[in-house]
């Protein structure tokens, strides 16, 4: 009987100190590392990109194909898409999505493989939908369709617009982030992998790999809200990097074998601190969550320009709670910084946009800079409005 | 039998119960950001209404979602003097538009189609009963679809017979 009260005391004993230092190092890497910088490049304003509207209606989550070509919701007639291309800056055409998709699907972003393979991602978190170029539905996956059971026990994060998929032609594989569905509440996925490839034709899985790394991994129970809780994706050839919103770190994955490859630190000169993750039971507390997302700093997805060869990665500056008049703080001025790094992801840059100049999730990377959706400086006359910044040398 | 003071006990114990589970949802804690907006956006003095039950209803995310609430609104006969329906946001799905219109002329509605109340301390996120009598929070309540089917006669008693008298 004493072995077993021993036992139970020194395995209380173990918990407790693992926990002590995983709060110790959560609290570690919630602070900004060093990180080489080398100041030489910076992102300005090239062009107003503006596409004369020929309706009034409202223009959701803007995608890019090549540059040129831009797909964009229409936030009035929710099975309508519109086609615009920015070179000739006209609109083309609209489709009609599939009415096989259900209703209560909404929409929320795409990834373009082609002009006539069109993945759609909705608010059903559990399913991908690939339509052809007139919106008719080719074929859709659920995680349970990939054998994961019993169904919705994982979730794709592609109800979040910023997240995206990743598909190549060549492998015919299909790279995603899929999520435990317990997940961010609970404290027992530290071991999960978080990212799959899978086969679009036989709907085989190829590879699970890419556990939560860094803050994501040490802050157990802790919660932050529910956006800036999943694993940003980018899939280049043989790479997957995977960042998190509260996470100064890069994580490279080899997509062959699962294997992390290397952390980089990608961080700010004027973001030093995230704010540390609240108690399990806030998550109930919508308000409080949402005052905590007005007020953090957070990172955006990772994008990669492959003309010039350069990733770059956007993060939102701390803000006060409220504005003078009592109201919350609505980000309209928020302070946004965009680092730029090479191809290895050595910081070469870093650009401030004041104002809310850059909205949050409100750029497309292009092969050679940024589009930038505006709310400002532009009348009603335009559908979608933009600005088209470009790398250039810093002068000093 | 009587089996009406059956049915208020009973719910009420349930009530107190999602309550007492869940603290945070069932205070007033952002009652003073609830007055703000109603009034900076309707100038809305609530401290001069009496006994008055504002039910706030996102009419954008989850269709599914709100046809539950919508279908309850227009199922049940809650008490219109005393209910206010807030409308939040737009929705252009014809079939819960035209819930939308019928609701419309069954309660008085305040609409709020820019979705100003997110700018707001006020606890929303999803649908929010806020019980308000002579200027004081009696309840904030945000509703969980899970709890709808419990709340469906919680409802109509704070509603129609009010709450605080049973507490």
């Known amino acids: 009987m004493y072995r077993y009260y021993l036992l139970i005391f020194v395995y209380g004993l173990i918990i407790s100190c693992n926990k002590e230092k995983n709060i110790t190092e959560l609290a570690s890497l919630l602070t900004a590392p060093n990180a080489d910088f080398r100041d030489s490049l910076d992102i300005i304003l090239n062009i107003e990109v503006k596409i004369k509207a020929d309706s009034n209606f409202t223009y959701l989550r803007p ?102 998929i990743y598909f190549n032609s060549k492998t015919n594989l299909v790279y995603a982030s899929l999520i435990p569905g317990y997940f961010p509440t609970s404290s027992n996925f530290e071991d999960v992998p978080q990212q799959v490839v899978f086969n679009l034709a036989s709907n085989i899985i190829k590879l699970k790999y890419g556990p939560p790394e860094g803050v994501m991994k040490m802050k157990g129970d802790l919660v932050f809200p529910g956006d800036l809780s999943f694993p940003y994706s980018l899939t280049i050839n043989e790479a997957t990097y995977i960042s998190y919103p509260l996470d100064h770190f890069v994580y490279i994955y080899n997509n062959e074998t699962g294997i992390l490859v290397e952390k980089k630190a990608v961080c700010s000169s004027e973001i030093k601190n995230f704010p540390f993750p609240l108690p399990s039971e806030m998550i109930k507390d919508t308000q409080a969550m949402w005052n905590f997302r007005v007020q953090t700093p957070f990172y955006e997805p990772l994008n990669y320009h492959s003309k010039v060869k350069l990733f770059t990665r956007a993060v939102h500056h701390p803000q006060e709670l409220k504005e003078m008049s009592g109201k919350l703080n609505t980000g309209k001025r928020r302070r946004t910084s965009v680092i730029i790094l090479d191809s290895t992801l050595q910081i070469i840059g870093e650009t401030f946009f004041n104002d809310g100049i850059y909205q949050i999730n409100g750029a497309v990377p292009l092969s050679d800079g940024l589009l930038l959706y505006s709310n400002k400086g532009f009348n009603n006359n335009h559908a979608i409005p933009s600005l088209k910044y470009e790398f250039v040398p810093k002068i000093n | 039998m009587n089996l009406y003071p059956r049915l208020i006990k009973s719910s009420l114990f349930l009530l107190i119960s999602i309550m007492g589970c869940d603290n945070s949802k069932s205070n007033c804690r952002y009652y003073e950001g609830f007055k703000l907006y109603l009034s900076q956006v309707y100038d809305l003095d609530i401290s001069t209404q009496g006994d008055r039950i504002f039910y706030v209803l996102p009419l954008e995310g989850c269709d599914e979602c709100l046809q539950i609430n919508l279908n309850l609104l227009l199922e049940r006969n809650f008490n219109s003097s005393k209910v206010t329906i807030i409308l939040t946001g737009a929705n252009f799905n014809d079939i819960i538009r035209s819930k939308i219109e019928a609701i419309k002329r069954k309660y008085p509605i305040l609409e709020d189609g820019k979705n100003l109340i997110h700018q707001f301390e006020t606890g929303f996120g999803k649908p929010l009963l806020v019980h308000v009598k002579n200027g004081d929070c009696l309840l904030q309540l945000q509703l969980q679809i899970k709890k709808l089917k419990v709340l469906r006669n919680i409802y109509w008693i704070i509603v129609n017979v009010g709450l605080r008298s049973y507490i």
């Open chain 1, 63 to 164: 995608t890019i194909f090549s540059d040129t070509i831009l797909l964009a919701y229409v936030k009035e007639k929710e099975n309508i898409i519109s086609i615009f291309n920015l070179k000739t800056k006209s609109h083309v055409r609209d489709f009609e999505i599939s009415p096989l998709i259900q209703n209560r699907d909404k929409y929320s972003t795409f990834y373009i493989h082609n002009l006539d393979s069109i993945f759609m991602l909705t608010s059903n978190n559990t399913s991908i939908y690939l339509l052809n170029g007139n919106g008719g539905l080719i074929k859709s996956w659920s995680s349970f369709d990939l054998g994961i059971t019993p169904p919705n026990t994982y979730i794709f994060p592609y109800f979040l617009p910023q997240h995206s």
